[in-house]
C-alpha cells in the first residue's frame, strides 16, 4: 500500500500490542479473599499451575489518523473486541504499547445505563458518563430520542430500560453515544441492531464524525456495513492482524478466504 500518511494527524498508534487474559481453573472451594490473595501472589511470582492463559491479541501494530473510518474484521474470538477494549484503556497490555491523542470512547456506556431507570433518565446519565453538560444534554435531549426510534411505536423513553427489547436498548446507546463529537470512537456491532433505516442513520452518523476529524472504529459482522461506512480495514485472526488496508481489497480478501 502506498504512503499516503504524510501531514496527516496519528490518532491511535498500536506498538506489538499484546493482551493476555488469565483465567483462574484452580480456586474452587477458596474464599474470597484467599483467592484473591492467591492471585496477588501469583502476579508477583509468575502465573502458578490452575491459571490458563489466553493469548487474545499477538503482537498488532498499526497507526490510525484523523478522519479515518477503520473496519475491524475476523471471526469470532479473533480478538477485535479485546483490541478495542485496549484502546479504551479497560485492558492492560501484556506487551507493547497503545497510545492515543484525545479520548477514546468505547460504545457503549452500558456501564452508566440502568435498567431500572427509565430512557428519558439513562440519556442524561449516558451524555453525564461521556463528559457532556446538562445543558448540552438538554439541547441534544430531542435528538437522541429520534434518532434511536424508541418512540417510533410508543412513548418507551419513559418507561425503565428493563423493558426494552436487546435491539432498543443498543440503538439508545449508539444514539447517546452519537450525540457527541468524538476524538476516537469505537463501536462493537452497534449497526447489527434495528432496521436498515436505523442502519442508514448510524453510517450518515458515522460520515459526519470522521468529517469533524475524528477517528472510527468499527467491528462488525455485517461486511456490506464495512463497505459503506470504512475506508480501511483491519483483519485480524488468532489475535494476529493478517491484513491492513483499503476496504474492498481487505474485505475481499476475507470473503475469498472464509467462503472457500
Not at 474452587?28 to 492467591?38: D, F, N
Not at 502465573?47 to 479515518?68: C, I, K, L, M, W
Not at 506487551?95 to 440519556?123: C, F, I, W
Amino acid at each position: 500500500m502506498a504512503d499516503n500518511t504524510q501531514g496527516r494527524v496519528p490518532t491511535v498508534i498500536a506498538d506489538g500490542v499484546h493482551i493476555v487474559y488469565r483465567v483462574n481453573t484452580g480456586s474452587a472451594g477458596k474464599g474470597a479473599a484467599t483467592a484473591a490473595l492467591s492471585k496477588i501472589v501469583r502476579r508477583k511470582k509468575g502465573d502458578a499451575p490452575g491459571v490458563r492463559r489466553v493469548h487474545a491479541v499477538r503482537g498488532v501494530s498499526f497507526t490510525a489518523y484523523r478522519g479515518e473510518a477503520i473496519g475491524l474484521i475476523g471471526s469470532n474470538g479473533s480478538g477485535k473486541s479485546t483490541l478495542l477494549r485496549a484502546i479504551a484503556g479497560l485492558l492492560p497490555c501484556e506487551e507493547g504499547k497503545v497510545y492515543t491523542d484525545g479520548q477514546p470512547s468505547l460504545l457503549g456506556v452500558n456501564a452508566a445505563l440502568m435498567n431500572d431507570l427509565t430512557g428519558e433518565r439513562n440519556v442524561v446519565l449516558g451524555g453525564l458518563a461521556m463528559g457532556m453538560t446538562r445543558e448540552q444534554i438538554k439541547q441534544r435531549y430531542q435528538s437522541i430520542v429520534d434518532f434511536s426510534g424508541i418512540n417510533e411505536k410508543g412513548d418507551f423513553i419513559s418507561l425503565p430500560m428493563r423493558t426494552y427489547s436487546s435491539g432498543m436498548a443498543a440503538r439508545l446507546r449508539f444514539s447517546i453515544a452519537a450525540a457527541k463529537d468524538h476524538d476516537v470512537l469505537m463501536i462493537d456491532e452497534a449497526l447489527a441492531t434495528g432496521d436498515r433505516s436505523f442502519q442508514v442513520r448510524s453510517e450518515d452518523r458515522i460520515r459526519e464524525l470522521r468529517q469533524k476529524a475524528g477517528t472510527v472504529f468499527l467491528v462488525s459482522h455485517n461486511n456490506k456495513s464495512i463497505r459503506d461506512t470504512c475506508d480501511r480495514v483491519l483483519w485480524l485472526e488468532k489475535g494476529e492482524l493478517l491484513m491492513d488496508g483499503p476496504t474492498e481489497e481487505v474485505v475481499s480478501a476475507y470473503e475469498k478466504a472464509t467462503n472457500g
